[in-house]
């Protein structure tokens, strides 16, 4: 929409302007606004600089926007409703300048600069009837006219109306058009205002949610490592059992070989005595020791698959298809159509990580 056309005609008259400048008179300079002009939440309007000299006289500590140590923003009162204003790291400079105001004021500051009148006294001229002054409206045909045209021109079977009439009615009309416009425009501004709200909120409670999430996974990986450890400590007990068990074994062969091949080296020297009597002497006792060796019965071996350990394998397949179905669970919140949805993680099966043969 040309704005400067659809608003100029609201201009013709210095009651039209003196209304005007009323709405663009700034509560804190009472000086017209000085652009750039800047919105507030609660939707009224002030000059940057009168809103900066608010907040710095509520926030004196609140460093300057030049300045590199500023941490964050502050806030301060509407000067005509009393809402509070809470500004972020930006101050002022992060309020949303009013556009349309601005624009406003410019139309405002042409017309202002026109004389009011300078038209007025110019009267337009009917075409047909040069000497006649368009004085009347044709209401049928919706066009400024003159009275010998009514009497028996184009318009003469016509509804008619004094012009005056007729254009104060239609600047009221536009007058009112251009209000519900600006009142329009609020209201489009307090919606943009919310939704932009809605997208911090939005972000606020998805980092929250992040952050649950990382949560309840390290907690599941905190139970996997705790059952690994436990896990693993009772293999390496059965490992030490079972090489206890072997390494005994061992050690009493070990033993029996050791008596056997000394027992053997005595009966070869025996045996090689040349005198038979000497012989004799030693041969009854060696003969009985070889005898009683050779009957000595050992430890049984271990039995066959004794170094297995396939016992201890792990079926973890169905705790991996079950992890799998980790989903988020929708919440109230999400139900009626807002806000943050809980993260909900499958509980913990039966049986959990123990071992499976």
């Known amino acids: 929409m040309n704005f400067t056309v659809g608003f100029k005609p609201l201009l013709g008259d210095a009651h039209s302007m003196d209304n005007l400048e009323k709405q663009l008179i700034c509560p804190i ?18 000059c940057r600089k009168c809103a900066n000299d608010v907040f710095q006289a509520s926030n004196p500590l609140w460093q300057s926007r030049g300045s590199t140590t500023v941490s964050s923003g502050g806030r301060f009162r509407c000067p005509s409703c009393r809402h509070e204003v809470v500004l972020d790291r930006h101050g002022v400079y992060g ?124 907690a599941l990986c905190s139970v996997l490592e705790e059952r690994k450890g436990e896990l693993l400590q009772a293999l390496a007990k059965e490992q030490e059992e079972k090489l206890q068990r072997v ?43 070889v005898g009683t060796m050779s009957k000595v019965e050992l430890a049984g071996r271990p039995e066959p698959g004794y170094e297995s350990m396939e016992q201890f394998t792990v079926s973890v397949e169905h705790v991996a298809e079950m992890l799998r179905t980790i989903d988020f669970q929708p919440g109230e919140g999400a139900r009626m159509g807002g806000g943050s949805r809980p993260l909900g993680l499958a509980s913990r099966p039966s049986g959990w990580g123990s071992g499976q043969a």
């Open 247 to 289: 390494r005994g074994l061992i050690r009493q062969y070990g033993d029996h070989l050791e008596a056997s091949s000394k027992l053997v080296e005595s009966a070869i020297q025996s045996m090689e005595e040349p005198q038979m009597a000497l012989y004799l002497q030693q041969a009854k006792e060696l003969i009985n020791k």
């Open 29 to 46: 300079c009472l000086e017209m606004f000085s652009k750039p002009v800047v919105i507030l939440p609660c939707q009224h309007n002030l």
């Open 95 to 218: 309020l949303q300048r009013n556009l349309l105001v601005e624009n406003i004021i410019d139309i405002y500051k042409q017309e202002s600069s026109r004389p009011l009148h300078s038209k007025a006294e110019q009267h337009l001229m009917c075409e047909e009837h040069e000497d006649e002054k368009i004085n009347i409206y044709c209401l049928s045909c919706e066009v400024p006219t003159c009275s010998l045209c009514k009497v028996f021109g184009a318009h003469k079977d016509c509804e008619v109306a004094p012009l005056p009439t007729i254009y104060k009615r239609q600047k009221t009309e536009l007058s009112d058009g251009i209000a519900m416009l600006v009142a329009g425009n609020d209201r489009v501004q307090a919606v943009i205002t919310q939704m932009e709200e809605v997208c911090q909120t939005i972000e606020d409670n998805s980092r929250r949610q992040k952050q649950l999430l990382n949560q309840r996974f390290e």
